[in-house]
């Protein structure tokens, strides 16, 4: 569930994997919602139980094909997250993710680590993140 300044949504996202298990993309499916506390009622009558809470603060910027997004995340620091908003197909991914690292390098951000996992991942098993530099 996100509560962004008393807009609520859920989100679920459907990680599509390489041969080696990274993931390389999602479908993500967001639909809003008008009670927050409708909701947590909602989950606990089917038994839903929060495992993580990710408190974060974000910043949006839009750049031509891309969504980039800086994130504050309590415990766990700053990140940037690029997401591909243009048109392409499955297929495209690795050439789209080729093309995202690029243009970071060209922004001479500092040395780029990726993740394959979410922030909820990180926070329970924070000894288990495995970081891919370029």
């Not at 609520?8 to 639909?31: L, P, V």
Request: charged share 35%; aromatic share 14%.
């Amino acid at each position: 569930m996100r509560d962004s300044e008393g807009s609520y949504s859920i989100t679920y996202k459907n990680w599509h994997h390489d041969k080696d298990g990274k993931s390389q993309y999602c479908d993500e499916y967001e639909t809003k919602f008008e009670s927050l506390e409708q909701m947590k009622l909602l989950f606990k009558s089917i038994d839903v139980k929060m495992i993580a809470e990710v408190d974060k603060k974000r910043t949006k910027y839009n750049y031509k094909d891309y969504e980039i997004s800086v994130d504050k995340v309590k415990g766990l620091g700053d990140f940037v997250e690029i997401e591909f908003k243009g048109t392409g197909k499955a297929s495209d991914a690795k050439k789209i993710t080729d093309q995202m690292i690029e243009f970071l390098k060209k922004t001479e951000v500092g040395s780029i680590h990726r993740n394959y996992v979410g922030y909820p991942f990180q926070l329970l098993f924070p000894d288990d993140i495995e970081l891919e530099k370029y």
